[in-house]
């Protein structure tokens, strides 16, 4: 499967070691003075490491793995005491990947390991979201630290607007979910994708449409996509299939521009449907270029 892990410039490297203590799942060692990621099963892909480098030698990168095994995790870093596995599990929870937590905290039950979770401050909710969280449980207050800024993982789930917000002639909730929404960017096996109904929209789309939140982005976790216009479409296939199967969504809603280029969007829901092991619904809608819903069905 296609999923984001880091990758390290050796070249750049220093071998300062920041980013071997910065990592609490244990992925990185420092071998021959340089900084080595020792296994990608190991690696959450959410950048910790990143910030702590003070040369730059640590991006994030898409490519073919094994999926984050995080009993695994546990394993390896169970033996550095108390202290390792609740920053790990802290790091985890403020990134609301909290089925990960959840199969951390249960391998301790059921190895006997002993951990006091009253230890982990209080996950603070804020408008600043997941970067705010992440730089906070690192110890700075830059949110560089978990890498790209506009590719962190946000949930917005828990924090709701209480009032519409009004500007100029609008008034009206916010129903995005998530952060990112751009395909691109986004982790197929993201918490906030686990179990949704999924909207797949062509970039246009909300721009077309009046009401793009009301009618169709309730409720629903969104990546957004052209396939015209973005490159390596093939890796949004593998997404999609890892979304389904993986991330287990319920539903798959395709909103595509009545122009001929928009359809690779549903072309590339059906495929992802025939190569995953499980089968969900895919509703495919055509939007008029003035926003009009032409088509409605299940596919």
């Known amino acids: 499967m296609k999923r984001t892990v ?3 410039d050796e070249e750049l490297c220093n071998g300062c070691g920041n980013c071997v203590e910065g990592c609490h799942e244990g992925a990185l060692q420092l071998i021959n003075g340089k900084a080595v990621m020792i ?3 190991y690696c959450d892909g959410l950048g910790a490491c990143i910030g702590e480098c003070p040369v730059g030698a640590i991006e994030l990168i898409e490519k073919d ?3 984050y095994d995080e009993v695994k995790v546990m394993e390896r870093i169970s033996p550095k005491g108390e202290k390792v596995i609740l920053a790990h599990l802290k790091h985890l929870r403020d990134h609301n990947e909290m089925d990960w937590f959840r199969q951390g905290v249960e391998w301790c039950r ?3 390991v002993q951990i006091d979770l009253s230890k982990i401050a209080p996950v603070t909710v804020s408008g600043q979201g997941h970067a705010h969280n992440h730089a906070h449980a690192h110890g700075g207050g830059k ?4 890498g790209c800024p506009g590719a962190a993982e946000r949930d917005f789930r828990a924090v709701k607007t209480a009032a519409p917000v009004t500007s100029g002639n609008f008034s009206g909730v916010s129903e995005l979910q998530q952060w990112p929404v751009q395909l691109h960017l986004l982790n197929p096996a993201a918490g906030f994708l686990r179990n949704s109904d999924l909207l797949l929209a062509s970039d246009c789309s909300a721009f077309a449409h009046g009401d793009f939140h009301g009618t169709f982005l309730k409720n629903k976790a969104l990546a957004i996509a052209c396939p015209k216009l973005d490159s390596n479409t093939q890796s949004y296939v593998e ?3 890892v979304m389904i199967d993986e991330s ?3 539903t798959l809603t395709v909103l595509k521009m009545e122009v001929p280029c928009c359809g690779g969007l549903l072309q590339m829901a059906k495929l992802a449907r025939e190569r995953a092991s499980r089968n969900i ?3 495919s809608m055509t939007m008029s270029l003035q926003g009009e819903i032409l088509s409605e069905e299940w596919v």
């Open 239 to 241: 997404k999609l299939t």
């Open 281 to 283: 619904p895919i509703k």
């Open 110 to 112: 059921d190895n006997g």
């Open 65 to 67: 793995t094994e999926p």
């Open 143 to 146: 949110s560089e630290g978990c």
């Open 6 to 8: 880091i990758k390290i």
């Open 248 to 250: 287990k969504i319920n």
């Open 39 to 41: 296994s990608d099963l």
